[in-house]
């Protein structure tokens, strides 16, 4: 039973994160405000199966309208920090072969994207989301007695070709150039919970 819950604050913390760098729906919002909120997050963290420096994230004053203006204004339009890996890695690959291989690992895995996220497979949220997904496979697996080393050696590859290669550098960026304490407070999370998550998969 212990192996099977491990898996399962891995997938929550990853869909966590692609929550908070996805444009901010009213749910999501709304859920951030409640009191309980950054309980339950810190649940989750103190569950992982390695230990991540969690800080805690803050809620935010502003409107859901504003925060959604405040989003746009940091990552969409003119974005101070894109979030997409093919915004940081064009010294090493086209943005034409880092598209083509997400869709390779998506695809090997029945992964559809939607029409909106077809044009935007490098997106943080969709990387993200899919870790999720293999994590929530990995559990799976483990509850129906069946192997897990498939899910893992996918998480492992994905991490070490894409999320590993690009993330410390956009974190970098979050902490100079956004104000919104939320963005930067969840950034620090996920580069840390990447790292963490990438060096317990090579031990195991």
Known sequence: MTKILIS?????????LGKCFSYPEERFCAAMKETQAEE??????????????????????????????????????NPACPLYESGYRTDELSRRDILEELLRFYEHFDIKLSDQEKDYPDHLAVELEFMAFLAQKEAGALEQGKNPDPYRRAQMDFLERHLSKWVHQLDEGIQKKINEPFYRQASTLMAEFIRGHLSYLLRI
């Open 8 to 16: 399962v604050p891995i997938s929550q913390l990853y869909l966590f």
């Open 40 to 77: 339950e997050l810190r649940t989750i963290v103190e569950g992982l199966p390695f230990e991540v420096n969690f800080k805690g994230i803050s809620s935010w004053a502003l409107s859901q309208d504003e925060f959604g203006a405040d989003y746009i204004g940091s990552f969409d339009i």
